[in-house]
């Protein structure tokens, strides 16, 4: 009797700082500022509650061009950072043995351990106009004038792509490894092609590693604020980027607090559809991360 | 198993954690919070300080939105000074009061340069109380790079042998800018909101219409120098004394004054409403507007002090360069801001975004 109240304190004391720290700064600060988005400035103090914030972001196309537009390329660099991590990830986790596999994944560990900020800034020292790429392709030959390669889309999606490897291979490695190699020699003795067995055993396997990969990352990409707007200049235009302007150069919070919910609304409405198209469940896949 | 433990170890050195930052906040009266721009505490002045009153400045470095926002999050606690620019004073503090009023007896006045105390005066006190003293000022301008490059005013950023080459940031100054350069007054409207609006709308258009351009905007100093020393900028709208630093390093760099005449900006100290060391802030306050102190101030920053009799104190280079950008005709036609009525900054807010979504 003693023994199960000492494991029951024990376990509260050790759930508390969770609980608090999900309390205190997740559910509280939501609770804000869906209060916050639900009401309207009328005068100096003066608020009403009003569906308006959400209205200026249908009326207003910028705001909602801005939003697909951050929908459509999180998608698109989601796919993108999958079709480079996966096979890193089968090289390390099937391929290579031993120490050659965990020195492949340390070194792909290791730039993460320098700030986002630090490496996105290392990305514009490379590509700036007066920067490394551009000064290469000039003394090679390849182009007459230092071309400027920041501010594009393209940058961007490097950027993030780049930015959220780890958190794809991570996953992907994992699921991988739990792949048992008989079950693929055993493809190959029966004939099976190297599309086919990725088709039907390889993928099926690691579709949940798959699926968190790339929940995380399409995830973070949505929420990056970083890399679009230091890559992107003058065209970054991240739906991340309007909730800060509303926020911190406008003062307008109501504003960004609707636009924040449009977004978790977003994150979640994208995430629910994956987990459909790929056919899991959203408490296995995040059992795999 | 492990995992198991792994867990309980984290839970563990969590709980541990937060018991530590509790215990480890602590009062302390000796302490000047000021929250500021970039370069505008100088470390020399701040160690002297400290020598002469025993009190510690602790500096956090913002902008005029931030600033704002930040008081506005702690209904003006966290700080003892800030130090926003003298038209965006009374809007926030009539929306947010994150400001308390300043004691003008607690202050020597007589250290202030009259016509900038005027100014802050006129545009800074709301039902009866004022909420500001001049620190700083400075003009925003053109920043050239003569030798690859020609502007005389704002408009010419949009040459087209500039493209690819200018410099603007994506703020409300540059809305003022460009449209005192394309032939109106913005402050004349600021009562009538309609036809701001409408001017808002054109100049929206003129800079969509410019964006190709802009080959950043930029949103820090650092950002912008290097542009421009790197000779990836041309030509850029930016502030005097950031101009004759790039000058005295690359003489062909120079700080040019629109011919529509230069924007007066003039940055202020004002106390957070919920600040806890008054006495501390107006020591501070009295200490920086002593001439040397000053000078002192004006020299590392580069802007001009809003203290009297500083002139003879001043670096002669300095003094050089604002005779010559500033002859006294210049002067007197500069544009300061007014302050800022309600509403204006959500209509500029729409024009900027329009910009800055636009291809």
């Known amino acids: 009797m003693q023994t199960r109240w000492h494991a029951r304190l024990m376990l509260a004391l050790l759930l508390a700082p969770a609980l608090l720290w999900l309390g205190a700064l997740i559910i509280l600060p939501h609770l804000d500022l869906a209060l916050l988005s639900l009401r309207q400035r009328t005068g100096p103090q003066q608020y009403v509650s009003s569906l308006a914030q959400y209205r200026t972001f249908f009326h207003e196309p910028l705001y909602w061009h801005v939003f697909v537009r951050t929908a459509v390329m999180s998608v698109v660099s989601t796919l993108f950072t999958l079709l480079v991590a996966f096979p890193i990830a089968w090289i390390i986790a099937k391929i290579l043995q031993g120490r050659a596999s965990s020195l492949l994944f340390i070194v792909c560990l290791v730039p993460f351990w320098v700030s986002e900020t630090v490496r996105t800034l290392g990305w514009m020292i490379l590509l700036r106009e007066s920067g490394v790429l551009p000064a290469l392709l000039v003394k090679l030959g390849l182009t007459a004038v230092p071309v400027e390669f920041l501010y594009r889309d393209a940058t961007i999606m490097l950027g993030l792509v780049y930015t959220s490897m780890l958190f794809m291979l991570v996953p992907l490695v994992s699921s991988l490894e739990s792949l048992d190699n008989s079950l693929i020699e055993a493809a190959y003795d029966l004939g099976a092609s190297g599309a086919s067995i990725l088709r039907t055993i390889v993928i099926p396997h690691a579709a949940p590693g798959i699926t968190a990969g790339c929940i995380i990352v399409f995830m973070l990409t949505l929420g990056n604020y970083l890399t679009p707007t230091l890559l992107g200049g003058k065209n970054s235009e991240w739906f991340t980027e309007q909730i800060y302007t509303q926020f911190i150069t406008r003062f307008n919070w109501e504003q960004g607090a609707a636009f924040g919910f449009l977004l978790l609304g977003l994150s979640t409405a994208m995430v629910m559809i994956g987990l459909r198209l790929a056919g899991q469940r959203f408490g296995d896949v995040m059992r795999r991360t | ?359």
């Not at chain 2, 704002?68 to 003892?80: E, F, M, N, P, Q």
């Not at chain 2, 340069?113 to 301008?141: F, S």
């Not at chain 2, 690359?250 to 106390?271: E, M, R």
């Not at chain 2, 920086?288 to 590392?300: C, G």
């Open chain 2, 1 to 359: 198993m492990t995992k198991g433990r792994t867990l309980k170890r984290i839970a563990i050195w969590i709980w541990l954690g937060s018991v530590c930052a509790v215990s480890a906040h602590a009062a302390d009266s000796q302490k000047l919070r000021i929250i500021s721009w970039a370069d505008y505490v100088p470390a020399e002045v701040v160690a002297a300080f400290k020598k002469e009153t025993g009190i510690t400045v602790e500096l956090t470095l913002s902008n005029n939105e931030e600033m704002i926002s930040k008081l506005r999050a702690t209904h003006g606690a966290g700080y003892d000074l800030a130090q926003p620019s003298q038209d965006r004073i009374t809007g926030p503090q009539r929306d947010f009061g994150i400001y308390k009023p300043i004691d003008l007896s607690k202050v020597k006045l007589g250290q202030f340069q009259l016509g900038l105390l005027d100014i802050v005066r006129r545009n800074t006190t709301l039902n009866g109380q004022q909420y500001a003293l001049p620190y700083l000022w400075g003009t925003d301008g053109l920043v050239v790079n003569t030798k690859r490059a020609k502007a005389a005013d704002y408009l010419d950023l949009c040459k087209p042998d500039l493209a690819g080459k200018t410099s603007i940031r994506l703020r409300r100054p540059t809305l003022m800018a460009f449209a005192f350069a394309m032939g109106k007054d913005p402050f004349a409207l600021y009562s009538d909101t309609k036809a701001y609006s409408a001017l808002m709308d054109q100049v929206g258009a003129k800079l969509i219409a410019c964006k190709p351009n802009f080959k950043f905007f930029y949103d820090n100093k650092d950002q912008l120098l290097n542009g421009i020393r790197s000779g990836e900028v041309l030509a850029a709208m930016m502030w005097d004394t950031g101009g004759w630093t790039l000058n005295r390093e690359n003489p062909d760099i120079q700080f040019i004054v629109p011919k529509s005449g230069a924007l007066g900006w003039l940055d202020t100290y004002a106390l957070p409403a919920r600040g806890r060391n008054d006495a501390g802030a107006y020591a501070w306050i009295n200490y920086t507007m002593r001439p040397e102190i000053a000078a002192k101030i004006t020299k590392s920053v580069g802007s001009f002090s809003a203290a009297q009799n500083t002139g003879p104190l001043l670096d002669p280079k300095l003094k050089a360069q604002f005779a010559a950008a500033f002859p006294d005709s210049v002067v007197k036609a500069i544009h300061w801001y007014p302050s800022i009525p309600p509403g204006l900054e959500e209509i500029e807010g729409k024009v900027l975004d329009r910009v800055k979504a636009a291809n």
